[in-house]
């Protein structure tokens, strides 16, 4: 968990400006920590303002993704996630509850890059790779399941 003055230096690292909007949005998605949808930001910022329109917060989304403070994250039901760990990491995806949970494995990852090393792709330059492995937790996650 990132606290205020943490938020505020990766913001303006980035050479943004700290706006009270772009605070809100990082602080929630560190907060919320399960990759939080648009809408589950949206909610927690209402918490405590209440006026805070969904437009400003898909703008300030936006601005963040491009400028890599935040990922976005497809699931399998086409609702877009964010991420707020940037540093490569595989996802764990639970059907029934919707939970994902990032995965690191240094072994797998070794493996997987001596793989694509010895196996490389006609016409294809690999910059990361991703992993989703979709399941079920066997004790669910999810506070609301
Ligand atoms: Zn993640």
Redesign the pocket.
Known sequence: MKNRIEIRDIISAKGLKVTPQRMRVMEAIYKLNN?PTADNIIEYIRKTDPNIGSGTVYNVLETLVKNDLI?K?KTEKDVMRY?G?LEN?H?LYCIQCDY?E?YKNEKLDKLLSKFFKENKIDNFNIEEIKLNISGNFIIHKNKDH
């Open positions: 990759h990922k994250v991420d760990i990491h996802h994902i990032d």
